[in-house]
């Protein structure tokens, strides 16, 4: 459990950190007005939805990353409108950041912390790679077992009627 609490921070600080790193210092955007918060924040928590707990390009696993991803839009929104309302404002200056500017507005602060809150959910509970399943009996070829190829009558009938004609 400690591991993937530990995974899980990881993966909302890199992610959050990348997107509120771009677009501060790439793009220039230092604080972001209230109409474009609701997207961004809604495309971090659909990253770090998608990102977090069982890799999505392991085999059966995209339906959970895709619904991760859905679920994580509806996340971010909720935390940025929640932290728009509670968080206070910055209490001194970063650069190109004034003083008192509410925390939910500038990306490079709270980007990282939709990302790390809703990636830390996703990994504890997702709870990473489950073992495969061993097979109950017979021989496994690929992912059909010996035992579930039913044979027919007229082949029972034939296997008799082979071995007289040998001998």
Same mark, same amino acid.
């Given at each position: ?16 950190? @990348? ?26 928590? @659909? ?8 890799? /999505? ?40 950041? =004034?003083?008192?500017? /509410? ?30 399943? =061993? ?5 496994? =070829? ?19 009627? @082979? ?5």
């Amino acid at each position: 459990m400690g591991k993937r609490l530990l995974l899980g921070i990881l993966k909302g600080l890199f992610i959050g950190g @990348a997107v509120g790193a771009l677009l501060h210092f790439a793009l220039g955007a230092h604080t972001i007005t209230e109409w474009t918060n609701y997207p961004l924040y809604a495309g971090v928590g @659909a990253v770090a939805g998608g990102l977090s707990g069982r890799a /999505p390009w392991k085999p059966g696993a995209w339906i959970a990353g895709v619904l991760k991803a859905i679920f994580g839009v509806v996340v971010g929104v909720g935390l940025y409108a929640l932290g728009q309302r509670v968080l206070p404002g910055i209490p001194m200056a970063l650069p190109d950041v =004034a003083s008192g500017t /509410p925390m939910a507005h500038v990306p490079l602060l709270f980007a990282p912390m939709v990302a790390t809150i809703y990636a830390t959910f996703v990994e504890l509970d997702d709870g990473g790679d489950q073992p495969e399943e =061993a097979p109950a009996s017979g021989v496994r =070829a690929g992912k059909i077992a010996l035992e579930d190829i039913d044979v027919g009558e007229d082949e029972e009938a034939a296997k008799p009627a @082979a071995k007289t004609k040998k001998n």
